[in-house]
């Protein structure tokens, strides 16, 4: 007969352990959490909390009572959409949309077409220095775009800049490029000579990441290096150019600094010449913020569905070339 334990279990029968919880079960539950939690904060403090406060403004306004003397003579309202109304009816703000258009049909394509150009090039076999001309076109982008728009700026005008004297000794034309239509040719041109260095080093990147077997397989075949580049390489580094188009279309709707400073050089750029300049006149010289608020907000939405829309056109794109 076999002799059982007080608690009920058979002498040489194995019992089964309680199952206590781990206490290490519980933290590793809440360690994802805990890692997200300073990227959330720094989310929340700079990006979402200042955007919720900018739509907050745009729906309210200042209305004044009397003189608008003394305390409580002034008094932020509800607005509702009355700044958008105005803000979309303002003929300063709609001419500098369009103004920024023509700047960015420029700037988009020129730096586009340089950036895989270069990447293309420095992709040869027969390149020389190849780190150093990498970096002598990456070096202006390092430069801050103050800085770029002050340098070139000082070199479009007439009375400074070496280029005029030397057009001068040779007898030939010395156009002025800080007024008229030359003005969005050299706005152009700080943007692409800042901006052709970055853009180069996504492609070249992308580039570099094709296999060389690739390469050594349509060598074979009888390819001419300008076959490859056409029919192998810029097929491959599409993506890149998608994305390289996506951050240059939100750069452009966004161009503020260049202008700004060339303004104090020549006459021909107004305080709302682009659409942010027009948010700073009316929030930091007119004291508007809360049109100003609407301006912005009205930015950033449409930079949104231009942005949403252009991904969504390339991935219906790359989904019909995936089906043939």
């Not at 007080?6 to 089964?16: F, N």
């Not at 943007?191 to 992308?206: D, E, H, L, P, R």
Request: proline share 7%; no cysteine; charged share 15%.
């Amino acid at each position: 007969m076999t002799s059982a334990r007080r608690d009920g279990t058979a002498y040489g029968a194995e019992r089964t352990p309680y199952a206590h919880p781990s206490p290490t079960a519980g933290r590793t539950r809440s360690a994802p959490y805990v890692f997200l939690l300073p990227a959330t904060i720094l989310f929340a403090l700079f990006f979402a909390l200042p955007i919720g406060y900018a739509v907050w403004l745009s729906l309210h306004k200042v209305q004044v009572k009397g003189l608008g003397l003394g305390s409580g003579a002034r008094s932020e309202v509800w607005a509702g959409l009355e700044n958008y109304t105005e803000a979309l009816s303002d003929s300063e703000l709609l001419d500098g949309a369009l103004r920024v258009l023509g700047y960015g049909a420029i700037v988009v394509p020129v730096m586009l077409g340089l950036a895989l150009l270069f990447a293309l090039m420095l992709d040869t076999d027969r390149v020389r220095l190849a780190p150093f001309t990498r970096l002598a076109i990456f070096l202006p982008y390092a430069v801050p775009g103050v800085v770029a728009a002050m340098l070139w700026g000082f070199l479009y005008l007439p009375d400074v800049s070496p280029f005029y004297f030397v057009l001068d000794g040779l007898g030939l034309p010395q156009p002025d490029l800080l007024d008229g239509g030359p003005l969005y040719v050299a706005l152009s041109n700080i943007a692409v000579w800042g901006g052709t260095g970055f853009n180069m080093i996504v492609i070249y990147t992308s580039l570099q990441s094709i296999p060389a077997e690739v390469y050594e397989a349509a060598k074979l075949d009888g390819a001419t290096p300008l076959q490859i580049a056409l029919r192998i390489k810029i097929p491959m580094v599409v993506p890149s150019l998608v994305l390289t188009f996506f951050f240059s279309i939100i750069a452009t709707l966004q161009v503020f600094s260049e202008p700004t400073t060339l303004k104090p050089l020549t006459n021909s750029v107004s305080t709302t010449w682009s659409p942010l300049m027009k948010v700073y006149e009316d929030a930091f010289i007119n004291g508007d913020l809360h049109s100003a608020a609407a301006t912005a907000v009205i930015i950033a939405l449409v930079t949104l569905v231009m942005s949403f829309g252009f991904l969504r056109a390339a991935n219906t794109g790359d989904k019909q070339e995936a089906a043939r």
